[in-house]
Nanobody, 129 residues
Framework: QVQLVESGGGLVQAGDSLRLSCAASGRTFSNLNMGWFRQAPGKEREFVSAIARSGGVMPYADSVKGRFTISRDNAKNTVYLQMTSLKPEDTAVYYC??????????????????????WGQGTQVTVSS
């Protein structure tokens, strides 16, 4: 089992930055692919970003490309999502996810929730205009 705990969410103004963190425990972190998803009220959960256990970064969602950056620190068992130039449409609950797919499978599935077996409880990000 893997436990994931997100932190760093909050209320910010448009144009501000936030850094989300997700601390993992229960399994060797360096063996896990990590992803960030988000869900806005009344909408389906959508992919934001993912980073493979190798450290390779998967393509970002178009909506966040150029503004968000994912990274991981295996020594701290933590994955980060640096968010800049935030927009009101970024308002959502952000979820951290972890999985153990092999690299070839991950390459085709990284944007799908079912590519990840473990999920955090989420952290709220609210961007005011």
């Amino acid at each position: 089992q893997v436990q994931l705990v997100e932190s760093g969410g909050g209320l910010v103004q448009a144009g501000d930055s936030l850094r989300l963190s997700c601390a993992a425990s229960g399994r060797t972190f360096s063996n896990l692919n990590m992803g960030w998803f988000r869900q806005a009220p009344g909408k389906e959960r959508e992919f934001v970003s993912a980073i493979a256990r190798s450290g390779g970064v998967m393509p970002y969602a178009d909506s966040v490309k150029g503004r968000f950056t994912i990274s991981r620190d295996n020594a701290k068992n933590t994955v980060y999502l640096q968010m800049t130039s935030l927009k009101p449409e970024d308002t959502a609950v952000y979820y951290c996810a972890a999985g153990a797919l092999g690299p070839l499978t991950l390459a085709s599935m990284y944007g799908m929730p079912r590519a990840y077996e473990y999920w955090g409880q989420g952290t709220q990000v609210t961007v005011s205009s």
